[in-house]
């Protein structure tokens, strides 16, 4: 029996996201599909939020070896998305080192249009194969937030760096304006994780890492995130340097520390959770992005540094809404 509904044209893995401007000046939904393994979740009305709101996820909780998923996505004029993740995204094992699990995504933001992506940490499992490409197009005055964050696995069945291999790549592109000029890429991050040694006296990868159990890269570019580049800019500049000391009495620091600003004393708490919890981090203004590198000994306390310093910072909330981020508190 011929089913009488249309063959469906879009393919396994496939997904669309289309954001406009309503009428009422909020950021609503104007295309919305996807297909197995890839699921997408909007939550949330319209009026109720600063910006549109997605879910990334996939079913069953990850991505099969062999997985291909393929997500594109388009925020017109004005509008804003945040797309977050409901936990961490699991890479299962590939059944060989040759079934490689791949996502890609393609997001184009138009003028005075702003994305907003903080999701939960990728999740490696033992012997996975993956890679991801994420590129953005952006046009003028357009802003993006993009974390892009992997961890070393399942630390609880004592995986550690354990997966073949992973890759990731993120590409950051200026639209050109007339029709003569050509697109700019502005940054291209990638990052290779491969368990085969190149050489026998190379170390494994496990012992590459130095003990992080999570590294992560955040991407800043655009007038909506202008302050926030700057403010991780200027708190990476205030970083105690090698060599530096202190010489002030006891009596004189007490005094001195009664004294901090707000800022100042969460400046310096959150060195103190720097030091103990061996979290590093560097910043730089690469083309006009921000582009913000750090690691951690484990998932939460990078959790907890970024949440913390977007928090403080502020602009993420004002410009998005506190949902946009869920998954770094």
Known sequence: MNSPFPKSSSAAGEGRIVVRLLPEGVSGLEAF????????ITPMRPSETKSALVFLLSYGGGLVGGDQVNLSIDVKTG???SLATQGHTKIFKSPTPGTVTRQSMH???AADAAVC??????????????????????????SLCLLDWVTQGRYARGEDWSFVSWVGRNEIWAVADGQAAQDRLLVRDAVML??????????????????????????LRG???KTLGEFFLAEFAALPRLGARDWRSDDLKKEDDSLLSLRERW??????MEKESKLLWSAANVRGCVVVKFGAPTVEAGRLWIGSMLTQEGSISHHFGEQALMCVK
Do not use: C
């Open 33 to 40: 599909t996807y297909q197995y393994p890839l699921k997408l």
């Open 79 to 81: 509008a804003r998305l």
């Open 107 to 109: 997001v184009s933001i």
């Open 117 to 142: 992506l903080l999701p939960d940490p990728v999740q490696p499992f033992e012997a996975s194969v993956y890679e991801q490409i994420q590129t953005f197009r952006l046009a003028r005055n357009a």
């Open 194 to 219: 491969d368990s085969n040694r190149a050489h026998p006296q190379l170390p494994v990868l496990r012992e590459s890492m130095y003990g992080l159990g999570i590294i992560g890269t955040l991407v």
């Open 223 to 225: 007038p909506l995130m």
């Open 267 to 272: 400046r310096a708490e959150r060195l103190e």
